[in-house]
């Protein structure tokens, strides 16, 4: 099968189109023909330096995000048959998902959205699931009538917690450069924010929750808008910034939580999203489609750190039925 492959850390200019062997399927497993996948930070970051990806042997096939045809079956599987429209997140480092196959555990398989596209699907499972974690009860546990700051309104996961906290019930307030105040307010924002202004936080009235999806400086600037008993919420939990937010809270009475994806798949939520998507209440925004092949552009833009939405890699045209090519 065609797999993108980096040989080497260092920048997306370093992937390389290799064919490799199928993988297949093992106990409590399922091979995937996938349709397409999507491009995730993660993606370009692991790879940047060993320093920086931990863990990672090369040759690394990079990609979390699949959606595609079940077209065989592991021993002891249960709940999925070939043929089945599935869509997922696999844990970063597993089995990457730039390739055409990908041999994954059952468990974090869930059926695909019937009403949209599998191309369009693959946009959706980790950027969503993160979402939906950092906005819940383990996290900013966001209330009906609360008020929520979300730092990073327009990018992949920002997409759908907008969606989300409208949906909670929240004011949501919406941070993004200006070119992208139309899309925060498309997808339910109340108010927008340029963080570009240099007088951004003028413009907003304390929050009960700051939802960072950002990093850097971004959640440290955010603590002097949230009010007494309110939470900040963070899914870039770099050391020095935790570090930096917990110094910053020490005498006050607001609570820091991060989020680590890197241990969490909830195929119930996956389905829910599914469900919501298939009621035409969710929707996936997609400012980009690459085939397979040019991986390595969509990651350069990824890097540039301006994404609106997600980046879909497309791999294959599929049917339920049919051989394996
Ligand atoms: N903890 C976890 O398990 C976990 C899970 C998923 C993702 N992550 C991390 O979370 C971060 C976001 O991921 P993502 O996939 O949503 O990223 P993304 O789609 O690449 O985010 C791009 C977006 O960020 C916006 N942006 C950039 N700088 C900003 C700023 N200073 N203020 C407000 N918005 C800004 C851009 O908006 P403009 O173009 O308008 O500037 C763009 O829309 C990444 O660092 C990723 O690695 C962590």
């Not at 399927?25 to 330096?49: F, H, K, Q, Y």
């Not at 990073?152 to 070119?179: L, P, Y």
């Not at 925060?184 to 939802?211: H, P, T």
Request: with cysteine; hydrophobic share 45%.
């Amino acid at each position: 099968m065609r797999a993108m492959r980096f040989h080497e850390f260092g920048g997306p200019e370093r992937l390389r189109e290799d064919v490799i062997d199928r993988p297949n399927p093992g106990v409590n497993e399922v091979l995937i023909e996938l349709s397409a996948t999507a491009v995730n930070p993660a993606d370009w970051l692991r790879v940047v330096s060993p320093e920086v990806g931990l863990g990672v042997q090369m040759p690394y096939t990079p990609g979390m995000d699949f959606a595609g045809v079940v077209r065989e079956v592991g021993s002891d599987t249960v709940g999925l048959q070939v043929g089945d429209h599935v869509y997922g997140a696999e844990f970063i480092g597993r089995c990457g998902t730039y390739a055409e196959y990908a041999a994954v555990p059952a468990d974090i398989v869930a059926s695909a959205p019937k009403s949209i596209a599998l191309h369009e699907a693959a946009a959706v499972p980790l950027a969503a699931m993160t979402a939906w974690e950092v906005l819940g009860r383990n996290h900013a546990d966001i209330r009906a009538g609360q008020r929520v700051l979300i730092q990073g309104g327009a990018g992949g996961t920002g997409s759908f917690a907008v969606q989300f906290a409208k949906r909670h019930g929240a004011h949501v307030i919406a941070t993004s450069s200006a070119r992208n105040h139309d899309l925060l307010r498309s997808l339910g924002a109340d108010e927008v924010v340029d963080y570009q202004s240099a007088r951004w936080k003028d413009a907003v009235r304390a929050v009960d929750a700051v939802v960072d999806l950002v990093g850097g400086e971004a959640p440290l600037s955010s603590i002097s808008l949230i009010r007494e008993g309110g939470v900040l919420a963070s899914i870039v939990p770099m050391p020095q910034t935790v570090a930096a937010c917990k110094a910053a809270v020490a005498n006050q009475n607001i609570r820091l939580s991060f989020v680590d994806m890197s241990v969490n798949r909830d195929t119930a939520v996956l389905e829910m999203i599914a469900r919501l998507i298939d009621l035409g209440e969710l929707k996936a925004v997609v400012s980009g489609t690459y085939p397979l092949a040019q991986a390595a552009q969509a990651l350069e833009r990824s890097r540039a750190g301006h994404v609106s939405g997600k980046l879909v890699l497309t791999i294959a045209a599929l049917k339920s039925s049919g051989s394996r090519t």
